[in-house]
């Protein structure tokens, strides 16, 4: 019965979905016409039923309800319940569900919450989000029913992949999709202002919390689904420039440069024709990235491979979505007014500098991702990774970091580079020193792009943090301190990035229980390789020593595990943090001879990228709540204005006071 309830809850959001457009496209013509009332209970109540809809399918694979079939084809009676919940979204149509739950919810509190904007446009607004949901309800009725039945119950499930049975699961995909999916607010805001003709700081400052949520989910997302690769997958990597790892990085670049756009359009009434553009294009990439992770044109560790008609079925959303905003775009620009212009050396010219420059590195991620396919459609087969990003990706990547040290010592408007020559100075005497302290200290060769890494990391660093120079640390606002936190986590990533990829050290080594090999200044031992048993799995668990110098001894326990349900071979790799990096073993066969395969590496302060990817993500959130305070005491202040030439006027009306006094 759940599952039927939750089928049923689905088909009762997608009509709201409709009345919820059709009431906001209504109210365009006729703010009075019947229908317009409804679009914000609509909206609301279709976020409730989505909720509901997905609850009823966590449910079922609870209860591992093996008549349902996407229980019966994901699921398994012994897997751990984490992972039966998690293995909701661990597939094709749950995780489209999840999609469109996150939706619905963020229409929901956009009814909910948000009174500022004029009701024309934000009725607007809500109509855009409604479209945008209709196309997923029906991609997921009539083409990927999360809860079909199978015609009898089978007498047991077929498991999960097991490479995604780890609590990366319960945490990458939802933070993700909220990030993904929150960019559709973008969108519809985007939509609704210029079908309203309402570009102006106020959108802009509606609009901007819900992308600074939407980006802050984003990072999280990518910084957890990074770490889980780099532990899960056994290769030592954290980033492999893998398509479906640069569908959400595509997404994280716009969403980056609109979120800057978007300030500089709150804060100082510019770029307004290029925030509603960006607005597009970020979304726009989370639909092509919902397009390559489910059309079955990739093969990758994180796509769901689908029958082509799926993709063609998303494929045809992308057209009439992202085709018909551009085309408003086109129709609309010319009733877009520029807004107020700015000098070239000001803090708006260093913004519209960086976001040019993220947009070149979109290009570059996008071309890269999509060429081997297009090949691959004329039966040539190609391969781009680092060397072809890593590289051209510099050339613009450098430049943004560069400016990015400098543009919040700018000011707004205007200003002269003469004035912040002391603190340039600074970064630049970093950067020139660092750059020449690894090469002096190094004892292998560095490599351009990691040396450039490393000296930039220092550099920004100590820039993010000039901005405080000169203030009231108790009274900054939280806002500024979100930007530095997160100008600040990006110099950390970098650091991170640069001293993996340019001292890491690397042994494959085949040794019996007993023998001892060396690596990154620590002695590892072999003690033992004994199997065990888990839930769902046994494995071959060696059992490794470390010790650094005359440290303590630290035992490691990597595993080669065998899954039954459904069968297949993972690697559990082990990990050793230390303050200045990361000793990663993995296990691997035995050899005839009895000695065992491990492969070692040291990687110096390779945990920086992670705990950097966190500072940003804080950052966004003091950003936010810096933001909301902001707003709160805005309109507390406007409305004691209000009240108060109120209250004047009703003097002078009844003579208390002589007409004209202003007191």
């Known amino acids: ?90 597939n094709h149509e749950g995780s489209m569900l999840l999609w469109v739950t996150v939706m619905a919810l963020a229409g929901a509190l956009i009814a909910w919450l948000e009174k500022r904007l004029p009701e024309k446009t934000m009725q607007a607004t809500l ?45 990458h995909p939802p933070t993700l999709y909220m990030g993904y999916v929150g960019l559709s607010v973008a969108f519809s805001f985007a939509v609704g202002a210029m079908l309203t003709r309402q570009v102006n700081p106020e959108f802009a400052r509606v609009m901007r919390p819900w992308v600074l949520g939407a980006w802050v989910f984003l990072t999280l997302g990518i910084t957890a689904g990074s770490y889980w690769a780099y532990y899960e997958l056994g290769w030592g990597g954290w980033w492999f420039w893998d398509p479906v790892e640069n569908a959400s990085l595509m997404p ?40 390559l992770v489910r059309s079955g044109i990739l093969t990758s560790v994180h796509a769901f ?39 070239a050396v000001s803090r708006e010219g260093a913004l519209v500098f960086n976001n ?82 690894v090469v002096l200290a190094s004892t292998t060769d560095v490599g351009v792009l990691p040396l450039l890494g490393l000296a930039i990391a220092v550099g920004l660093s100590v820039a993010s943090f000039l901005p405080l120079r000169g203030r009231n640390l108790l009274r900054t606002p939280l806002s500024i301190w979100g930007m530095v936190l997160a100008h600040f986590g990006i110099a950390v990533s970098l650091f991170g990035m640069a001293s ?95 000695r065992w395969q491990l492969r070692l590496w040291w990687k110096p302060f390779v945990t920086l990228i992670w705990y950097g990817g966190l500072l940003i993500s804080l950052g966004g959130a003091l950003a936010i709540v810096g933001r909301l305070v902001s707003d709160i005491r805005r309109r507390r202040t406007q409305a004691r204005d209000d009240d108060e030439r109120e209250e004047l006027e009703s003097l002078r009306q009844s003579g208390a006071i002589p007409a004209g006094s202003t007191t």
């Open 1 to 90: 019965m759940s599952a039927e309830l939750g089928h049923a809850a689905l088909w009762m959001a997608a009509a709201l979905a409709i009345l919820q457009l059709l009431g906001g496209a209504l109210a365009q013509r006729d703010a009075q016409a019947p229908l317009a009332a409804l679009v914000r209970p609509a909206a609301m109540l279709q976020g409730f039923l989505a909720v509901f809809s997905f609850a009823m399918l966590l449910w079922v694979f609870a209860i591992t309800d093996l008549s349902v079939k996407l229980v019966a084809t994901n699921s398994h009676s012994m897997k751990p319940m984490i992972f039966k919940l998690s293995g909701a979204w661990g």
């Open 127 to 171: 109509a855009s989000q409604g479209f945008v949901a209709i196309g997923f309800y029906a991609f997921l009725l009539l083409s990927s029913n999360p809860f079909e039945r199978l015609a009898s119950p089978v007498a047991e499930g077929n498991g999960l992949n097991p490479l995604l049975q780890d609590i990366g699961l319960a945490f």
């Open 252 to 291: 994280w670049l716009a969403a980056t440069a609109l979120l800057h756009s978007a300030s500089v359009l709150a804060a100082r009434d510019a770029l307004r024709a290029w925030t509603i553009m960006l607005g597009v294009v970020a979304f726009s990439m989370s639909m092509l990235g919902t397009f």
């Open 305 to 343: 491979a689908v029958d082509p008609e799926r993709g063609s079925f998303i494929l045809a959303l992308l057209a009439i979505y992202i085709g018909g905003a551009l085309l408003l775009f086109a129709l609309r620009a010319g009733s877009v007014s520029e807004g107020q212009r700015f000098a």
């Open 356 to 437: 040019v420059m993220l947009c070149s590195i979109l290009g570059i991620v996008l071309l890269g991702t999509l060429y081997p396919l297009l090949t691959e459609a004329f039966d040539v087969r190609v391969s781009v990774g680092p060397p072809y990003f890593n590289p051209v990706g510099a050339i613009f990547t450098i430049p943004m970091l560069l400016v990015m040290a400098v543009g919040p010592l700018l000011r707004w408007r205007e200003d002269n580079i003469e004035r912040v020559r002391a603190p340039i100075a600074i970064v630049v005497a970093l950067i020139v020193t660092t750059a020449l302290l």
């Open 500 to 594: 993996e990829s340019a001292f890491t050290e690397e042994k494959l080594v085949a040794i019996s229980p007993g023998e001892t090999s060396q690596i990154g200044g620590f002695a590892i031992s072999l003690e033992s390789v004994d199997p065990i048993a888990g839930p769902n799995w046994t494995a071959m668990e060696a059992r490794i020593t470390a010790r650094r110098g005359e440290g303590a001894v630290e035992v490691l326990r990597p595993q080669s595990r065998h899954f039954f349900a459904p069968v297949q071979q993972t690697t559990e790799s082990a990990l050793l943090t230390r303050w200045d990096g990361q000793l990663y073993a993995v296990v691997g066969a035995p050899s005839p001879d009895g």
